[in-house]
């Protein structure tokens, strides 16, 4: 007995430090990875400053930045790699390659995720900035003022918090609202995260299907469309074309010094070159003002930035009619169609799963403490590993999709991330989005119905995932959003011509306000004269 107890414990230490093991590997790689993305994004002329200090608390700040973007990989990455497991466990459950995947591993993974998104959240990123804009307290010299300094801030803040969270938990339950439960700080972590998961569901609401929609415009921007769609030749003839002009614009202004345009525009209100305008900022007066209205100096720089913009234009142009017919003609279609294949499924699914909660067969995303959880003992579709690599599928396509619609959102804002050029306090804000908004990824797919893998941890006991009304309402929203953004998109250029031809018409049978009156006396003369009689007869009546 004591052997095999003996045995038995050296095997659960052995488990556990292949699993630390496992999860240092896979952390360190994602870190690795975000430190790359921050690195080339940051600004770098801190490394320039004189001051040693504000170098070390720039960098720590970056360092926190890069720890809370790989949390918010890892979190991206619970779904997938929870569903492969299972799946790979059933079919090779006697395989020695793959024993190391077990439930352990997985509900580590979900627990480490959590607790990392906390901190990042509540104690990382706040710290960061906080850390970044302090000044530090007077007397102390090097970095332990401004250490001290955020440390009081935090706490400051940290208890505003717990102080918040606690008066809305004594509102919506009035048993919680003893001294008791205020000074158990735990139970107040998953409250605050579930408001912050929250809000990434309800961005997820608004950016996921709008994401559908980008998407299409994004692989029509990468993938060359075929000949039908665009004449590549005619492109590059137009823009070999204009640049050669452009070149004999700037060549006569620069050996002339003539302050006009030479040879002049035939169409100089529609053309290209007259309305364009200067992106440098020389001069704000400036700003957007027509080339034919430049002068001197102003007037060849303004042709010189439209001759880059055409050169490169006609360099990318170039590059795709080197492209061979068959990516041209078939990768192209099937790119759209699978978007678009993907698209309807995940509409569909969403629908299907709003009847299933509406008539009462599936029950709602929030899992039970009692609820035991074990890997590789059935799949989670009935059509096998297909329909699980299905459910992975629409759940990665989801992701993309929402990515796409958040970027279109922040560059709406103004405040994309630029290389080698964005502050730390952009940066921090930026990972603190992609935080909350790659947390709120496996809930989105689990109210969905996307996948019928549970959310394990802390991620299933969410309490606002036991609402039947409020996930009704989402899954609702999300389908009608979804269905109106795709037939908008499609039907954009149908409704616009037809908006155009119907306009025409009526302009047809509309008399401007400015036309001269039409002369009945010309046309009738007893029409005038009965229509005089008939102005007597009210003036009358007036007085």
């Not at 804009?133 to 007077?138: I, K, N, R, V």
């Not at 050669?244 to 202004?253: A, S, Y």
């Not at 990972?431 to 996948?451: D, M």
Request: a neutral charge; hydrophobic letters at 45%.
């Amino acid at each position: 007995m004591d052997d095999e107890e003996t045995d038995l414990r050296e095997q659960i230490f052995h488990n556990n430090v292949r699993e630390q093991i496992i999860f240092l590997i896979l952390f360190i790689l994602l870190y690795l990875f975000s430190f790359m993305v921050i690195e080339k994004f940051s600004r770098q002329d801190h490394e320039d400053c004189a001051d040693e200090d504000e170098v070390k608390v720039y960098r720590i700040s970056l360092w926190l930045c890069t720890f809370a973007l790989a949390v918010s990989l890892g979190s991206l990455l619970l779904l997938p790699v929870s569903i492969v497991s299972n799946e790979v466990l059933i079919l090779y459950p006697n395989s020695y390659y793959v024993k190391w995947l077990n439930s352990s591993l997985i509900q580590g993974l979900w627990n480490h995720v959590f607790l990392f998104s906390n901190l990042s959240l509540f104690v990382f990123l706040p710290f960061a900035y906080l850390f970044s804009e302090s000044s530090g307290f007077p007397g102390y010299r090097g970095l332990r003022g401004r250490v001290y300094e955020t440390f009081i801030v935090l706490a400051l803040l940290g208890v505003a918090m717990l102080g918040l969270a606690y008066v809305i938990s004594a509102w919506s339950e009035g048993d919680r609202s003893s001294i008791d439960a205020l000074l158990n700080l735990w139970t107040y972590l998953p409250f605050l995260y579930s408001c912050v998961s929250f809000v990434g569901v309800m961005m997820l609401l608004v950016f996921t299907p709008l994401g559908f929609v980008h998407l299409f415009g994004v692989v029509g921007g990468v993938l060359v469309k075929p000949q039908f769609l665009q004449d590549l030749d005619e492109v590059y003839y137009v823009c070999s074309v204009e640049e050669q002009t452009l070149k004999r614009r700037i060549n006569t202004n620069v050996a002339s010094g003539r302050s006009y345009i030479s040879p002049e525009p035939m169409y100089p209100d529609k053309g290209d070159v007259s309305s364009s305008s200067l992106d440098s900022p020389k001069k704000e007066a400036n700003y957007g003002t027509p080339l034919l209205q430049l002068q001197n100096g102003e007037l060849q720089s303004g042709l010189k930035e439209h001759l880059k913009k055409i050169t490169a234009k006609k360099k990318e142009v170039g590059g795709k009619r080197k492209t061979s017919p068959l990516q041209r003609n078939v990768v192209y279609p099937l790119a759209m169609l699978a978007l678009l294949a993907l698209t309807a499924i995940t509409v569909l699914v969403v629908i299907q799963n709003t009847l299933e909660l509406l008539i009462g067969v599936k029950a709602l995303p929030l899992s039970t403490r009692f609820q035991q959880f074990t890997l590789g003992i059935a799949s989670l579709s009935k059509l096998g590993w297909a329909g699980a690599t299905l459910q992975t599928l629409l759940i990665l396509y989801l992701y993309v999709a929402s990515v796409t619609g958040l970027s279109a959102g922040v560059r709406a804002l103004g405040v994309m991330p630029r290389a080698r050029r964005t502050p730390l306090p952009r940066i921090i804000a930026l990972c603190a989005v992609s935080l909350t908004h790659s947390t709120a990824q496996p809930l989105l797919a689990k109210i969905l119905g996307i996948t019928n893998f549970d959310l394990l941890g802390e991620f299933g006991r969410i309490e606002w995932l036991g609402n039947f009304k409020l996930v009704m309402f989402y899954n609702a929203v999300f389908a009608a959003i979804a269905t109106l953004c795709l037939v908008s998109k499609f039907t954009a250029s149908v409704r616009r011509e037809l908006y155009n031809r119907f306009k025409w018409v009526a302009d047809l049978f509309t008399i401007p306000e400015d036309s001269p009156s039409l002369d009945l006396s010309a046309i009738n003369p007893r029409a005038s004269a009965d229509l005089t009689m008939t102005e007597k007869i009210d003036q009358d009546k007036l007085q």
